[in-house]
Nanobody, 123 residues
Framework: VQLQASGGGLVQAEGSLRLSCAAS????????MGWFRQAPGKEREFVIA????????NSADSVKGRFTISRDNAKKTMWLQMNSLKSEDTAVYYC?????????????????WGQGTLVTVSS
């Protein structure tokens, strides 16, 4: 499984950005997917996740109401729509795939990771 995250960049506070994660895998629908982020000087943290079929999502309190996750299994792609961005959202964002299918918040539940894409929010 190979994951390619893209869409990062520089955006002003209160702006929006959409990240994509394209998967090279035979059965994308076999994996739940998630986004994690790592801010400068901090540990990587869970952001949001989606179940295999897309019917269930799980998000960190810090992004509830602002970030939305979605996926298209036919296109083998997942997206992270980020609205009302804040300076504290500045981080490298990683997409990840889990064979466990639950949209977990635990890093240890994820089997494959993308390379990360940098999001910088200017205040």
């Amino acid at each position: 499984v190979q994951l390619q995250a893209s869409g990062g960049g520089l955006v002003q506070a209160e702006g929006s950005l959409r990240l994509s994660c394209a998967a090279s895998v035979r059965s994308f629908s076999s994996y739940s997917m998630g986004w994690f982020r790592q801010a400068p000087g901090k540990e990587r943290e869970f952001v949001i996740a989606i179940s295999r079929g897309g019917g269930s999502t799980n998000s960190a309190d810090s992004v509830k109401g602002r970030f939305t996750i979605s996926r298209d299994n036919a296109k083998k792609t997942m997206w992270l729509q980020m609205n009302s961005l804040k300076s504290e959202d500045t981080a490298v964002y990683y997409c990840a795939a889990s064979s466990r299918g639950l949209g977990s918040a635990a890093e240890s539940d994820y089997d494959y990771w993308g390379q990360g894409t940098l999001v910088t929010v200017s205040s």
